[in-house]
């Protein structure tokens, strides 16, 4: 028999998870450079991995605090979106998509190599860098929640401390998307030349959001590995497809629509790949394996989003009104 | 083109514009834009070969030239979006050699664009107000906190609205500028450049695919601009226009400057009707673009 109730209540926490709200984070950024600014970012797993991997070789090489450990991902992270946009934002849109998705691969087969396995460990990444962070947390030691929300102290100031972040962060993007700032840079979405004429400096603009929307990858890496290791195969192009999927699901160029997207990613990845393993379980689906079974999962999301997208191609929260007028 | 475009009303010609007789590169009492060896080629076609031009400050002025002449390769050379093989020019005193396009639009130098770009997604309004310049919240750390820029952006927008009633789109303000009609688009691409006060205006085409009912408010719009100090340098194929408002005609062909003088004079120079018959127009007429035979006719007829 299936336990339908297990199925439901382990999809349910999906709604609030770090993970969730990782993805939320770099989606908000990839909204940033692609919503709204109309740059190709193809990296953000690069960006995520500098977050992951900056924070944890700063607390275990250098014996870092917590907060020096965030400034040194963010730095990481300003650093690659300069490298990344110098030689390419002044160029054609498809060169920066190009550039970004090979510098991310570079990265992580770096972070992959044994060259530097002293500080990255190579393939099989990083762990122990948690406790700074669990040092930091006001909660008393205990198991706190309901029904399937039911945490420890210590991953319940996580899912605090991510979705905080989330919310101030969709917060400062609304603010800035609507003033003049995120006047330019829609502007230069619909047309750079148009709004280069009309006395803007369209490549600084570019790289201001190229970083901006890297520092939220970065962020978003950090708090992605609070709840597991660092290991490299993490960061993977796959990885930036499909916070372009929650991207695309939500609505481009939405404030809400990455962040209730990831929610709808993550739920529904949880609910198919629980439902699948128990089917087979039950011999529903005799012709599948377990393995096999676990690679369905993403065949059933990606069916999903794929019916989403041709019902809603807006996204859920994007205007229908703009489509009308989409090349 | 038909004549029912051409204005009853005789708009105020300004004169004593050049210095000596008027010709290919003569110079100007009061030069505003000034272009030396300017040249621009693409692979074996030169584009553009300027050995010396001067736009009179406070005129308006046409450059007009058959099609493939240079007319927009020499508007992007200018305004910084394409670089030129060799050349100097200046604006306003200052040289403009390798400033980069958005610094000429701040020194006062706005352009318009042949085909036409208006921000499709953006709506009409905040098209206008993203021409404004100087504005406190185009900067990052200043956009988050909406009071430092509030001030600025309610006048900006009260300029706005004010522009857009005069190009009457004021009613359009709300929609996306993708809704707008052809016609629409090329009135507002020249409402937004002006939010930022241009001194000197540059319009390529702006009476392309505009009707003749609104042609009349357009040119209204342009003397406008010279009544209240600018100066105007447009592109324009419809020499009715050119000759009902244009104060001095530059003519290019094949990329240099063919003849210049006002627009009386310049229509009965030879080099004009070479231009646009082609050198051999006498030997071999019956085989030239009709357009231009067209162009030709106008240029005549308005002379009689
Ligand atoms: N980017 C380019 N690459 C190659 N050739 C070009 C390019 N831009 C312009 N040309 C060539 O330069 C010449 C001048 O073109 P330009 O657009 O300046 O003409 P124009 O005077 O504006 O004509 P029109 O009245 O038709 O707009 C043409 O022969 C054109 O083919
Ligand atoms: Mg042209």
Redesign the pocket.
Known sequence: MIDWIAIFSNAAQELISPTTAAYALAALGLAIHFGYTGLLNFGQAGFMALGAYGYAISILSFGFPVWAAVLVGIGASVVFALILGIPTLRLRADYLAIVTIAAAEILRLVFTTNTFDALTGSASGLQGYKQGFADLNPIPSGTYGFGPFTYNAYDWWIRIVGWTLVVVLALITWLIMRSPWGRVIKGIREDEDAVRALGKNVYSYKMQSLILGGVYGTLAGMIFVLPRAVVPANYQTSLTFFIYAILLLGGAATILGPVIGSMIFWVLLSFFSGFVARAVEAGWLPFMSQVQAGQLRFILVGVAIMLIVIFRPQGIFGNKKELAFVK | MSSDSTPTSKPVKTTGLHVGDAGPGCRKVDPILVADGVTRT??G?T?VDVEHVEVPRGAITALI?P????????FNLLTGFDKPDSGRWQFDGRSLAHVPAYRVARMGLIRTF?LTKALGLLTVLDNMKLGAKGQTGENLFRSVLPFLWRKQEDEIEAKALEILARFKLDTKKDDYAASLSGGQRKLLEMARALMSDPTLVMLD?PMAGVNPALTQSLLDHILDLKSQGMTVLF?E?DMHMVRHIADWVIV?AEGRIVAEGDPHSVMQDQAVIDAYLGAHHDTDLGTTDTGHVEVLKELIDDEQ
């Open positions: 693409f692979g076609l584009a030239g099609n493939g002449a240079g007319k927009t390769t020499f042949q085409e592109v194929h290019m």
